[in-house]
């Protein structure tokens, strides 16, 4: 394990429903700190599109959390991305002000609804928007009816804040979109490949040799699995370890953390090892191979049924 992916809510802090106060999670501050000091790479990957990344590292900054501008990646940042690699240099943005900055940063121009030229676009890139209305949803599907494609920052239902479980807006907006068009989306945020493979190469380190921890089976964990990358599960989001231990094989992590400083554990286990070389017998290190045990018991499905999980 040579690089460390990790989710923001529920993962490290929780914030309210607006996006404004955070509270920072049990342990943030110090395995991050932690990390940098010992010079393992490691970033924030979040599904919220609201801020720019650089804005949104300098708001985490001032809670304490150690985090440069270049390691805060938002689903924007893997949109600007794609659509250069693509070609696309015009976007319709349904989101708020900060949606389309890293669109702009990377030279895509990016017009909004009731604007010139709003369905002359070769993208329709949709984040958050609190605000959206139908115009906005008729706009996205006039430009995609004219041929534009559609991009989505998350189609994540649920996201964890203090207040508990609230929808993703992208989500539902989205939603709405493809059934009137029938359009295919390409997703820029967890759980697609696609981010993080653009967060390996942002740290110089292969997909295989990162650790995603996170608070949601079907977005880190499954993204994990997607690119074989280890799965730590925290339970401080929207996962109770009852839940963790009913996933089946596709969202099971390969630990349930009981606190966030057992990633520090994980990063112990490989820190010595030379890169390329089978990991040392688990035997050679007896408090590790403990809690890898416990790890195993807690994670077994208890049940064969899917847990269902409400949306409130």
Known sequence: M????????????????????????????????????????????TNGSAHPPAQQAAKLRATGLPVEDEQMITPSSIAADY???????????????????????AGIVTVH???????????????????CGMQDIETACRAIWGGAELCVASDV??????QGRTIGYSHAITAAIRRLTKAPMTLTGKPSVRAL????KRLGVPMRALAVVGDDPVVEVLMARRGG????????????????????????PDAILADLRGVLDWVDETADAPRNTPRRP?????????????ARTASRPVSKRRAVRPPG
Do not use: C, M, N
Not at 22 to 44: D, S
Not at 229 to 241: K, N, P
């Open 2 to 45: 040579r690089g460390i992916v990790f989710d923001v809510d529920g993962t490290l802090l929780l914030s309210d429903r607006a996006l404004g106060g955070y509270e920072l999670l049990p342990g943030a501050i110090e395995v991050l700190t932690t990390l940098k000091a010992r010079q393992v790479p490691f970033a924030l990957l």
């Open 83 to 105: 659509l250069q690699r693509r070609g696309i240099r015009r976007a319709l943005v349904l989101g708020s002000a900060g949606v389309g900055q890293a669109l702009r940063d």
């Open 113 to 131: 609804t009731g604007e010139e030229g709003a369905t002359e676009v070769g993208s329709v890139f949709v984040g958050w928007h609190p605000e």
């Open 157 to 162: 239902p649920f996201f964890a804040t203090k």
């Open 197 to 200: 493979r653009f967060v390996a």
């Open 229 to 252: 990358a280890t799965a730590l599960a925290v339970t401080t989001g929207t996962t109770h370890r009852e839940e963790w231990q009913r996933q089946p094989p596709s969202r099971r």
């Open 282 to 294: 688990r035997a050679a290190r007896p408090r590790l191979r403990a809690r890898r045990a416990a």
